[in-house]
T-cell receptor, first 116, second 111 residues
Framework: GAVVSQHPSRVICKSGTSVKIECRSL??????MFWYRQFPKQSLMLMAT?????????EQGVEKDKFLINHASLTLSTLTVTSAHPEDSSFYIC????????????FGPGTRLTVL | GQNIDQPTEMTATEGAIVQINCTYQ??????LFWYQQHAGEAPTFLSY????GLEEKGRFSSFLSRSKGYSYLLLKELQMKDSASYLC????????????FGAGTQVVVTP
């Protein structure tokens, strides 16, 4: 149980285009989903927290107009990187938890974004 | 805020034991997680400690001392597949379930 999927697993795009990444909880309802970014040889940095049906809460320094997050259902959250640039190239990982208060997060397999 | 410190890298031989320390400073501490992450993959859950003491799970054990702001992950009978980054992550009552990750400790297992 507690499986989280991400799609696509890998994407290459041209600078200036937008990319959408999907995060799905396959066998449970995820009240809360988290989006992380990880640069090579660095740890995971939380970008934003999204609760189903409400606006995402962004961490300091993360541009909400650039990284659009939608959590329209209890099993799906999407992250759209708008007008992507090479510096946005990174490993994006989502995680999901069953309640806003429960600590354990179940991680998706990650999406490798490369912006040319 | 939360300051989480762990060593950058550790090397050990196959069959040996390695202990990865993690120190943290946080208000409203509500639990500490250890995750394993292989290169290019997402983290996988290893352990969760919220009370003081040692939690043993097969070859992996995790210890927590809340008063000292200290945890360690003990890997026994090391195998080559244990070569990975090990992430310490803390959650607090102030942060609504958010995890704050340490920088990770790269463990290299040699033959």
């Amino acid at each position: 149980g507690a499986v989280v999927s991400q799609h696509p697993s890998r994407v290459i795009c041209k600078s200036g285009t937008s990319v959408k990444i999907e995060c799905r909880s396959l066998d449970f309802q995820a009240t809360t989903m988290f989006w992380y970014r990880q640069f090579p040889k660095q740890s995971l940095m939380l970008m934003a927290t999204s609760n189903e049906g409400s606006k995402a809460t962004y961490e300091q320094g993360v541009e909400k107009d650039k990284f659009l997050i939608n959590h329209a259902s209890l099993t799906l959250s999407t992250l759209t990187v708008t007008s992507a640039h090479p510096e946005d190239s990174s490993f994006y990982i989502c995680s999901a938890s069953t309640t806003p208060f429960y600590n354990e997060q179940f991680f998706g397999p990650g999406t490798r974004l490369t912006v040319l | 805020g939360q300051n989480i410190d762990q060593p950058t890298e550790m090397t050990a031989t196959e069959g040996a034991i390695v202990q990865i320390n993690c120190t943290y400073q946080t208000s409203g501490f509500n639990g500490l997680f250890w995750y394993q992450q292989h290169a290019g993959e997402a983290p996988t859950f290893l352990s969760y400690n919220v009370l003081d003491g040692l939690e043993e799970k097969g070859r992996f054990s995790s210890f927590l001392s809340r008063s000292k702001g200290y945890s360690y992950l003990l890997l026994k009978e090391l195998q080559m597949k244990d070569s990975a980054s090990y992430l310490c992550a803390v959650t607090s009552t102030d942060s609504w379930g958010k995890l704050q990750f340490g920088a990770g400790t790269q463990v290299v297992v040699t033959p």
